[in-house]
């Protein structure tokens, strides 16, 4: 039987070493992601709701449903202002005014391409980066 030189076990010693410090500074991240309960496949968080509609939309922009897309994305204007702006003290607009206008603005340049196409399907690739910057703003709100 040959028995692994020294030089061997140490480079995997290393090896092993550099891996697990590798993972436990990685691990923190992961260990603190959020895990959001759901109900009916929506977030039970603060901006579920927007997020699910927005997701509604995008569905229906993608099956070239504009009229469906933009009736939703009428109900989420209605809704986050509703519940954001006219909220009460708890609502966005009143404990982080700054977020509230950058998660506004990102929800307008999403829907507007589609409330306003008027027949015609606003561009895809446009209409896909405003969605994704839209969901982003959100988690900052969650």
Do not use: C
């Not at 829907?111 to 399907?121: H, S, V």
């Amino acid at each position: 039987m040959t028995l692994p030189s020294n030089r061997t076990v140490r480079a995997s010693l290393t090896l092993i070493l550099a891996f697990l410090s590798a993972f436990s500074a990685v691990a923190p991240g992961i260990a603190q992601e959020k895990k959001v309960a759901q109900k009916n496949g929506v977030d039970m968080s603060k901006m579920g709701a927007y997020r699910a509609l927005a997701q509604h939309i995008y569905s229906d922009f993608q099956k070239g449903d504009l009229a469906a897309a933009a009736e939703m994305a009428q109900v989420l204007e209605r809704l986050w202002d509703k519940a954001e702006d006219y909220g009460g003290d708890t609502a966005l607009s009143k404990t982080n005014r700054k977020l509230f206008d950058e998660i506004d603005k990102a929800m307008d340049q999403f829907i507007t391409p589609i409330t306003e196409a008027k027949g015609k399907p606003p561009d895809a690739p446009k209409v896909k980066a405003a969605f994704n910057l839209y969901l982003e703003e959100l988690k900052l709100a969650d």
